[in-house]
């Protein structure tokens, strides 16, 4: 496999700081290099968090991202730097969850992607955001997100 695919990354390999917001976050991609498979790929952020923006208190969610890459894949860094920049941004859990999918539907333009936001309760109401872009591309396993239920998230 030729190294060009990864040549205009910026971020990999250095020390970067955390963006001030999701705005300033730089998603980057490479190239992939298995265009001709239709694959699923999943990142797991079980640690999401953002800030509520009535009350400025921070809100915990359990991501799962699964997207089948189409003409590019994601690189990771950029994707833990981008989610980690909504640590301090305030916006409901719906907004974050969807914003999120909307930004690498936009930048990688798979061929599918799903994102289930599994946040924990605020104000005793635990709630659950999904949105897919669409569907599914035939003869692609995609396993089940793998978060149960409130109660047993524990």
């Keep these: 496999m030729s190294e060009d695919i990864y040549q205009n990354l910026k971020q990999l390999g250095g020390e970067t700081r955390i963006p001030a917001s999701p705005e300033e976050a730089e998603l980057e991609r490479v190239a992939n290099p298995q265009a001709d498979v239709a694959y699923n790929v999943r ?3 079980p640690e999401f968090t953002s800030l509520c923006p009535m009350t400025g208190q921070p809100d915990f ?3 799962v991202i699964d997207y089948v890459p189409g ?3 994601v690189e990771s860094k950029s994707l833990k730097l981008f989610l980690t920049s909504f640590r301090n941004h ?3 859990h ?8 909307r930004r690498l539907v936009d930048f990688l333009d798979p061929q599918w992607l799903r ?5 924990y309760p605020r104000g ?3 709630i659950d955001v999904f949105w ?3 569907t599914i591309p035939e003869g692609v396993w995609i396993p089940d997100q793998g978060v149960p239920p409130y109660r047993g998230r524990g």
């Design 43 to 45: 990142f797991t952020a």
């Design 61 to 63: 969610a359990h991501l």
């Design 71 to 73: 003409p590019w894949l």
């Design 90 to 92: 305030g916006a409901f």
């Design 94 to 101: 719906e907004d974050c969850t969807i914003s999120i999918a």
């Design 115 to 119: 994102i289930g936001g599994y946040w």
């Design 124 to 126: 005793g109401i635990p």
């Design 132 to 134: 897919q872009s669409g």
